[in-house]
């Protein structure tokens, strides 16, 4: 089986966006006007395709990252099977609380349109987003939408890219007008006006510029022609010597720019009144990168510790990154997977580097949202879902088991909220744990674990509105009914100083004994340090824990080295203060002793632990709290009011802004003060102030909170 499409005429990118941005309505525009439906959904009638699920049509949010693949033949050219092109789109999430499904689809897209509220224009979730996209390295378009609500303004929106985000970013429209009064764009490249018109404003008409925004456009297509010629040098000195140069020349230039993330150009429009959707398209397949303008993948070889790397081809060996799993009503488990190289075939299998298995792939489907297209056989640079695989995770590598390749895996954040949560029934006891194991195994960022004391179950995840979803998920699709406790902070604890501790376990049974003797040393860890720049005896790094063993000649055999640290490693889990995780912790073994008959893996175990115990309570342990970044959006006669009251939660207020007629400010404060707060906020503003919430950081709580924490734990 051939591919039906060549790759350079594949586009994978996603839409992303601060919630309310617009972005479902973009996704919306997007499926009617490549032909994948015939009816728009909107968003406020419940009715769209990508947001499928129940909660998200009854919120009017985007809760999961629904991956659509459409057919796009650009405006300008004649419609026919050459010219057409693949699109493989996901539509994420905005609301902060799933950040995890914006930070695993740019995982595996090569571009992305980032949309913005016309009014509004950069808000903290573009911000966050546009971090992750950096992170990743993937090509943008931006889409200032919604330029038709009043209070909009392009120019404003504009600035705030470039002061919030990125100065590469460039004008490549303007609008005609703004508010009721916007009718179209003007494109600076080709210098032409474009109106829709017709039903959804389906047919693109290019006409000539209005004589009242000649001018203004002439000299801002001037300042595009620079910042394109910029990037090469022939193409400026031809410039400079006042050549025209050829609109085509222009944009194979500006294609190289927008894909080294040199440029990131800037469309206008309206999603919801049909202007403007079409070129933003045509962009995608002018300048974002197909799947053979990306640099190859890099890995390592699990046989050899090795770097490897693959490129985008259908003749190298398979390798293919699971990024999602999604349970699905009619068909099971499903797995989303990005190939980057090679070939799979449905009834093949497939083996997973990470975990060392093999799984027999039984059906695969490339997805329209909630609908499904079965395909036999996915190729180098496609995106499509598995059926039934039972062991592969979020981030695992699916491979061909002769050619191994374990790829970089997707880095997802902390939780830092957490419940209590039990089954009402005896039933509902059963059907529980298994709904959590479904759920945890869908969502990396929700997190599962018992209270060691009560035995009660505690579930964690990134906010109050991503647990409540959880709740009623496991409702609606497991018929668990659960009571839930009230949202807790997720406390860690840490220390502040350098500390040595000394445990000699010795214990005598009557027959063989028990005897384990450590010396440690902890120190705060350096979060600077390379993990290539670690001692070589360093046995183990993650972003919270380093052991070393500098024990020389034997001191301790080696057998109990491991378990020393896994001593370790269990006191960190149960903390140390006031039970909370420790993190952030360099630990050192540099002496002890052992018994030839009485030494155990055990005794050097509990020795380990005990001896970290006693090294935290003398290097001035301290309580982290998670400290949010909050903005809160509001008539100016309020500001008074919200900048005391946030005073009063122990906030640091960072600065206050203007956004249009209403005034911004921006703090950061310490979650456990958060909760409530936007019903707080309705009350205190005539509910005209709305407030978005992300995490930022830990931070040390102050001694007299944490007294009151330790004492609550008690």
Known sequence: MERDYPLEKVRNFGIIAHIDA?????????????????????????????????????????ITAAAITCFWNKTDVKKAHENMYRFNIIDTPGHIDFTVEVKRSLRVLDGAVVVFDGVAGVEPQSETNWRYADEAKVPRICFINKLDRTGASFERSYASILDRLNTKAVRMQIPMGLEDEFEGVIDLLKMKAFKFAGEMGINVVEEEIPEKYKAEATKLRAELIERIVENDEVLMNDYLEGKEIPLDVLKKTLRKAVIANEIFPVYAGSALKNKGVQ???????????????????????????????????????????????????????????????????????????????????????????????????????????????????????????????????????????????????????????????????????FRISTDEETMETIISGMGELHLEILVDRMKREFNVEANVGKPQVAYKETITREAEAECKYIKQTG????????????????????????????????????????????????????????????????????????????????????????????????????????????????????????????????????????????????????????????????????????????????????????????????????????????
């Open 511 to 714: 027959g063989r004994g028990q005897y384990g003797h450590v010396k440690i040393r902890i120190k705060p860890i350096d979060k600077t340090i390379a993990i290539e720049d670690l001692p070589k005896q360093t046995k183990r790094r993650d972003d919270h824990f380093e052991f070393t063993n500098s024990i020389k000649g034997g001191v301790i055999p080696q057998e109990f080295i491991a378990p020393v640290e896994k001593g370790i490693i269990e006191a960190m889990d149960r903390g140390v203060q006031a039970g909370y995780k420790v993190v952030d912790i360099s630990a050192e073994l540099y002496d002890g002793s052992f018994h030839d008959v009485d030494s155990s893996e055990i005794a050097f175990k509990i020795a380990g632990s005990q001896a970290f115990q006693d090294a935290v309570k003398k290097a001035g342990p301290v309580i982290l709290e998670p400290i949010m970044k909050v903005e809160i959006v509001m008539p100016e006669q309020f500001m008074g009011d919200v900048a005391g009251n946030l005073s009063s939660k122990r906030a640091q207020i960072e600065g206050m802004g203007e956004r249009g007629m209403m005034k911004v400010l921006t703090a950061q404060v310490p979650l456990s003060e958060m909760f409530g707060y936007t019903t707080s906020l309705r009350s205190m503003t005539e509910g005209r102030a709305s407030s978005t919430m992300e995490f930022d950081h830990y931070d040390i709580v102050p001694s007299s909170v944490a007294a009151g924490i330790i004492e609550a734990r008690k």
């Open 279 to 445: 070129l933003v398209l045509d962009a995608v397949v002018d300048y974002c990168p197909s799947p053979l303008d990306i640099p190859a993948v890099h890995g390592i070889d699990p046989r050899t510790d090795e770097a490897i790397e693959r490129h985008p081809s259908d003749k190298e060996p398979f390798a293919a990154l699971a990024f999602k799993l999604q349970a699905d009503p009619f068909v099971g488990q499903l797995t989303f997977f990005r190939v980057y190289s090679g070939t799979v075939e449905a009834g093949s299998y497939v083996y997973n580097a990470t975990t060392g298995d093999k799984e027999r792939v039984g059906r695969m489907v490339r997805l329209q949202a909630d609908s499904r297209e079965e395909v036999k056989k996915v190729f180098a640079g496609e995106i499509a879902a598995m059926v039934g695989l039972k062991n592969t995770k979020t981030s695992h590598t699916l491979c061909d088991e002769a050619n191994p390749i374990i790829l970089e895996e997707i880095k997802f954040p902390e939780p830092v909220i957490s419940l209590r949560i039990e089954p009402k029934t005896k039933a509902d006891q059963e059907r529980m744990g298994m709904a959590l194991k479904k759920l945890a195994d869908e969502d990396p960022t």
């Open 22 to 62: 617009g972005k479902t309505t973009t996704s919306e525009r997007i499926l009617f006007y490549t032909g994948m439906t015939h009816k728009i959904g909107e968003v406020h009638e419940g009715e769209t395709v990508t947001d499928w699920m129940e909660q998200e049509r009854e919120r009017g949010i985007t």
